[in-house]
């Protein structure tokens, strides 16, 4: 294959496989191949790397299919088309599609994207992540940390990303009772090092 430096059976194997979105990842497959990226397979989808940083990733999902640009907050969406998945992710961003005529019609539009995501790790820019204290913490967590050490210990050695799920699962109930109930049942795996989902 043109433009490709480095290939993975998997992905192959990734393209091969009937999906519902077939021929829409060979579009998007030749289009990313297109603006020089390499091809990795990681988070078992096909993934665009510069010089060993992710760039883009194509994935499917029920209703979509989409691009996945890993700093996407970063680009200057000149067209307006990227999609933030949830609230809770931070730098990530996608474009999303249901047919492949909306791929080849936008390609000229998905390669300046692309380009500009290139620019963007050659620049070596960091997207702007939320920096877990900027993240609330409950008054009833804050009390319990507060008289309990080991608590506050285990908790700070945790992964931000595992800090922040706690925190966001422990400040959404709107009753306390529920909060400072949340909180006695997460306690021992905080202590055993897990996350909220491990």
Request: aromatic share 10%; charged share 25%.
């Amino acid at each position: 294959m043109a433009h490709m430096n480095t290939t993975n059976p998997k992905i192959d194997t990734f393209f091969n496989r009937d999906s519902k979105w077939k021929e829409e990842f060979k579009q998007l497959r030749a289009i990313v191949l297109d603006c020089g990226l390499n091809e990795a397979y990681k988070w078992m989808h096909p993934c665009y790397t510069f010089q060993n940083s992710n760039v883009v990733l194509i994935h499917g999902f029920k209703n979509y299919c989409a691009l996945l640009f890993h700093k996407g907050a970063l680009l200057k969406d000149t067209a307006g088309i990227l999609i933030r998945q949830t609230e809770n992710v931070q730098a990530a961003r996608q474009i999303r599609f249901t047919n492949v005529g909306q791929i080849i019609e936008m390609e000229a539009t998905l390669k300046a994207y692309i380009f500009e995501a290139i620019e963007v790790e050659k620049a070596g820019l960091k997207a702007p992540l939320k920096k877990t204290k900027e993240f609330s913490v409950s008054e009833e967590f804050q009390t319990k940390l507060d008289k309990n050490l080991a608590l506050k210990a285990a908790f700070e050695a945790l992964t931000p990303g595992r800090q922040r799920a706690y925190l966001l699962h422990f400040s959404q109930p709107k009753q306390s009772k529920t909060r400072v109930s949340r909180i006695a049942k997460c306690i021992p795996q905080i202590f055993a090092g897990k996350g909220l989902n491990d």
